[in-house]
């Protein structure tokens, strides 16, 4: 059995872990981490900052 402290503290990682999984989540729909990327490899981190941007932006308009 856990304690109280290490309730919360799971509590608490569980909380940022699931954020962490929405955003990959996001990165799949946007096909990004799902396929083999075909175009130019100096653009992919490019592209994963611009879909990761904007749904940081979706983010902050719903909350």
């Known amino acids: ?4 402290v290490q309730q919360e503290h799971n509590r608490t990682l ?4 699931i954020l962490a999984e929405h ?3 996001k990165l799949r729909v946007f096909r990004v ?3 083999i ?3 130019r490899r100096r653009r992919f981190g490019l592209r ?9 932006l979706d983010l ?3 909350h």
């Open 33 to 35: 981490l799902k396929e």
């Open 48 to 56: 994963l900052n611009l879909i990761a941007a904007l749904y940081n």
């Open 14 to 17: 569980a909380k940022e872990h």
């Open 37 to 39: 990327y075909r175009h």
């Open 1 to 4: 059995m856990l304690t109280q």
């Open 23 to 25: 955003v990959i989540r």
């Open 60 to 62: 902050q308009a719903t």
